[in-house]
């Protein structure tokens, strides 16, 4: 398999693209999400509403996580949970 080489300007242009296209899905997300609460607001659905955080906070905790664990610091988020009590949020031990 060849490696096609790309110039810097067409690698500026594949970025761009990509950004337009992720900035396109996040807006789509967040119109969607605003209606949610619209709906949740207009049909006074406070313990709904209040779902609906819970859920994107767990998203956010988990995105956190995930990236932490990509940076090679699993060992690290171990621990501090170990000390904090909350294996939970630990990585899932390998079973030997």
């Known amino acids: 398999m060849s490696k096609v080489r790309v110039s810097r300007k067409e690698e500026k242009a594949i ?3 990509e950004h337009r296209e992720l900035r396109k899905a996040g807006d789509e997300f967040l119109k969607t999400i605003a209606e949610v609460v619209n709906h949740y607001v207009f049909v006074h659905d406070v313990e709904g ?7 994107v906070r767990i998203v956010q905790d988990h995105a956190v996580l995930e990236t932490l664990r990509n940076k090679g610091l699993s060992k690290e988020i171990i621990e501090l949970c170990d000390k904090a009590g909350r294996e939970e949020f630990a990585p899932m031990k390998e079973e030997e």
């Open 15 to 17: 970025r761009e693209a």
């Open 49 to 55: 509403l209040g779902r609906l955080v819970t859920q």
